[in-house]
């Protein structure tokens, strides 16, 4: 366990350009896949867990019968590698959210390498843009990246290493905000800025811990500091619209999982994923081009679009690749987990844990996929663990 958290803030090692890609990004793979192994052996895997799983080999059986005449060997080692990479996040959360005993030692060291990671490529950030043995590829869009593999998710797992060490060592919530709010503008992520704000709007709002005063409070300083960040990342967002490819392709695959669910409710599973992103892609970029006012850049999506370009597609959006991957029932069990979660923390009267789960819960529902984030999710599930004060 305590080698998971010093080996989580490695998100995207040279080893991913072996066979397993993408799933082998992350270093926290390999203490991972023990901690599920051992699980198994003791027969402690969660329930929820379980039950999640047995639905996503449902779903995929369910997708390989409707795309069978797709049938080829690309297709199935790249449902293989995503069925990998979706359920080690998920059980990161899951082993985590149930844990007890959790080091706390070394729970605020990998928390704290990733803090020093923010720092170093503040003032070093040419050491991080080029390949080297903690990035195979150089940096596509000079953002600073830290140990992970782009801004997004090094905002997320930035924001929520701070958010835990403000929740262990009891600091100030205003301060956590400020914290991260600063790490978000340092990292240049849009989607960290709109996390941060989301939580404490919803912290404020739902924590039963928070009184009157406090509450009036951490209004005015929410209202005042979206005053400045909003403008902020709004330029950023502007920025994206005119230069890359981000705000298009997220925007594109969000329409995907709406066709998605209107299709075929029950999901394509990881082996009809691809299939289906290929087929209902162009529709949804048609649909984007007549409902959106302004002109954006497909060229990244398009790609996807290909029959035969299976590799490095995703929805960038931990809830859209769950809509696509296992569907209605999928999402469920999902927001299941998330409501009686933060049904418990609100009760905790902890307003940092509640920023922590909120900041998580927003970036895996609108900007990041999931993909080798175990810190994250491992924090989430942290946030959520009944037995962590």
Same mark, same amino acid.
């Given at each position: 366990?305590?080698? $998971? ?6 998100? %995207? ?73 979706? @359920? ?9 959210? @149930? ?6 030692f070394a729970l ?19 050491? $991080? ?35 835990? &060490? ?8 205003? &301060? ?25 709007? $919803? ?15 951490l209004v005015f ?18 920025? %994206? ?137 491992a924090s989430l ?9």
């Amino acid at each position: 366990m305590a080698l $998971f958290f010093l080996m989580s803030p490695f998100e %995207d090692l040279p080893f991913q350009t072996g066979p397993l890609g993408y799933a082998a990004a992350n270093l926290a793979i390999i203490p991972l896949i023990a901690l599920a192994l051992t699980s198994i052996c003791r027969n402690r895997l969660p329930l929820e867990f379980v039950v999640l799983l047995s639905w996503g080999v449902a779903a995929s059986l369910i997708g390989f019968f409707l795309y069978y005449e797709l049938a080829t060997k690309t297709l199935v080692v790249q449902a293989l590698k995503a069925f990998i990479l979706y @359920f080690m996040c998920v059980f990161a959360f899951f082993y985590f959210r @149930f844990a007890r005993n959790v080091p706390q030692f070394a729970l605020l060291a990998g928390a704290g390498i990733v803090v020093a990671a923010v720092i170093a490529n503040t003032l070093w950030p040419d050491a $991080f843009s080029s390949s080297s043995w903690m990035h195979p590829f150089d940096n596509r869009n000079a953002r600073p990246r830290g140990l992970s593999q782009e801004s997004s998710n090094f905002g997320l797992i930035a924001g929520c290493a701070v958010l835990l &060490i403000c929740w262990k060592k009891k600091v100030r919530p205003g &301060i956590s905000i400020a914290l991260v709010a600063v790490v978000a503008l340092a990292i240049e992520s849009k989607g960290t800025i709109f996390a941060i704000f989301g939580a404490t709007i $919803f912290t404020v709002l739902l924590s039963r811990g928070v009184g009157s005063a406090k509450r009036f409070i951490l209004v005015f300083v929410a209202l005042a500091g979206a005053s400045i960040l909003l403008p902020l990342a709004s330029a950023l967002l502007l920025s %994206d619209i005119e230069n890359y490819t981000s705000v298009a392709t997220r925007a594109t695959m969000s329409t995907v999982a709406a066709l998605s669910v209107a299709q075929w409710p029950l999901g394509h599973g990881f082996y009809g994923y691809l299939p289906f992103v290929v087929q209902a892609g162009p529709e949804a970029v048609l649909l984007m081009r007549e409902l959106l006012p302004m002109t954006l850049d497909y060229s990244e999506v398009n790609s996807y679009f290909y029959h035969g370009a299976y590799e490095n597609v995703g929805a960038k959006s931990f809830l859209l690749d769950t809509t696509i991957f296992l569907g209605l029932p999928g999402i469920y069990l999902i927001l299941k987990q998330g409501l009686s979660g933060f049904a418990y923390v609100s009760t905790a009267a902890d307003m940092n844990r509640m920023l922590l789960a909120g900041f998580a819960v927003i970036g895996f529902m609108f900007y990041v996929s999931g993909v080798g984030a175990y810190f994250a999710a491992a924090s989430l599930g942290l946030a959520f663990n009944r037995y962590e004060q």
